[in-house]
Every structure is written in structure tokens, then in C-alpha cells.
């Protein structure tokens, strides 16, 4: 089945616990893409990757960082968690970028106290 | 300015009625547009591309006005599976700009 997984689902942790959110997808995928949704403001955009070892920085990369070494994985890495990371996080891929449908995963939904 | 701004609703209807709302965007080099519809705390989904002649999926019936930088979506005959919360996508070259939603519940 294809899919985009996430996890963990649902994260509860300390301000300052480094902690990753992992991102696999099975359909062969250029683009993959990290968002957070937060109520009010939508989904906004935190980093981006068009490839292996290629990624960028989205509208809300700050206390973030990404990886891409492999062209399925594309982790989330909370180096030192704030509670204003507190957020659903989604991430997303597509075939390329000239494509506008994106297939999410579930969903992981982190709270820094 | 918002990139993507959606009026939130709700927009509460009865199952049959039609609802319709707009979403309106600020670039006007974007290239593409989406509805995208999410169900409560899921992963949202493509709903329909919006092209720029308009075009209908089923109950579903999107338009562009680039003029006017605004596009709209109309669904008729609504059943209770249309709740949800609709999403206008915006694309430019490299990215895809979200709105916050427009929520709509249909009541029996």
C-alpha cells in the first residue's frame, strides 16, 4: 500500500530533549516536505527536500533541523524542544515538484512542556 | 498579507443544501490551484484541482478568477460526509501555500 509513515503519533516531552520525528515513504518520491498545522494559521511550511541530500528551508524552519541521505526517510529533528513547538506536525510527499497533490502521513502530534 | 486566506466558517447547512466559499490569494504568479479537505485531527487529502475554465467533480465544482485572485468552491446537495474542513492550496514555483480552512458541517 503506498503510504507516508510517521512516527511517533503522539510525543510528549521536556523543553530542551532532543527528540526526532521519523518520515518514510514507499512510493518512490523526489519531494518530500515537513509542515506544522497550528489552529487559526494553517499549514505552514518548515523544510523541504526535492532529492537526495538536497533540502531548504520552509516558512517556519527555526529550532529545526533535516536530513535526506536516503530518498524514502526524511527525519525532523527537535534539537532542543521549546513549547512553542508544541504542534501537529505532517509530513508529505509528492513525485515532483510540479505536481500540487501531496500525500501526508497520519500525523504526529508533539507537546513540549 | 496572508500568502492564502480562507474565511473559516463554519458554514453550518442542512444535508441537500449547496454552500459555497471563497478563498483568496496574494501572488499573482501562482501557477496552480487546489482544494485539499481534511477530516478532524486527519492527514489532509487532495480533493480536486481547480482549473482556470472551472470544472466539476461529482457535487463538486471548483473556479479560478485570476482577475480577481480568487478561487471557489461549490457543493451541492450536501450530505453528511461532506463535514469537513476545506483547504485552498496555492502553488507557486517550488511550494505550496496553505490556507487555514474553511469548516463546513452539514446537519441531518
Known amino acids: 500500500e503506498a503510504q507516508v509513515t510517521q512516527n511517533p503519533r503522539y510525543l510528549i516531552t521536556v523543553t530542551g530533549k532532543k527528540l526526532t520525528v521519523t518520515c518514510s515513504q514507499n512510493?518512490?518520491?523526489?519531494?518530500m516536505s515537513w509542515y506544522r498545522q497550528d489552529p487559526g494559521l494553517g499549514l505552514r511550511q518548515i523544510y523541504y527536500s526535492m532529492n537526495v541530500e538536497v533540502t531548504d528551508k520552509g516558512d517556519v524552519p527555526e529550532g529545526y533541523k533535516v536530513s535526506r541521505k536516503e530518498k524514502r526517510n526524511f527525519p525532523l529533528i527537535l534539537e532542543s524542544p521549546s513549547p512553542n513547538q508544541t504542534s501537529l506536525y505532517f509530513c508529505?510527499?509528492?513525485?515532483?515538484?510540479?505536481?500540487?497533490?501531496?500525500?501526508f502521513g497520519e500525523g504526529s502530534r508533539l507537546t513540549v512542556l | 498579507r496572508k500568502e492564502v486566506e480562507q474565511d473559516p466558517g463554519p458554514f453550518n447547512v442542512p444535508e441537500g443544501a449547496t454552500v459555497a466559499f471563497n478563498c483568496t490569494y496574494s501572488n499573482s504568479a501562482s501557477q496552480s490551484f487546489f482544494w485539499y479537505r481534511q477530516d478532524c485531527r486527519k492527514e489532509p487529502k487532495l480533493l480536486m484541482s481547480?482549473?482556470?475554465s472551472g470544472n466539476e467533480d461529482g457535487r463538486f465544482t471548483a473556479q479560478l478568477n485570476r482577475a480577481s485572485q480568487y478561487i471557489s468552491l461549490l457543493i451541492r446537495d450536501s450530505k453528511l460526509s461532506d463535514s469537513a474542513t476545506y483547504l485552498c492550496?496555492?502553488?507557486?514555483?517550488?511550494?505550496?501555500?496553505f490556507g487555514a480552512g474553511t469548516t463546513v458541517t452539514v446537519r441531518a
Open positions: 492550496v496555492v502553488k507557486g514555483d517550488y511550494k505550496l501555500s
Open positions: 512510493m518512490n518520491h523526489e519531494y
Open positions: 481547480v482549473y482556470s
Open positions: 508529505a510527499s509528492s513525485l515532483s515538484t510540479n505536481t500540487g497533490e501531496l500525500f
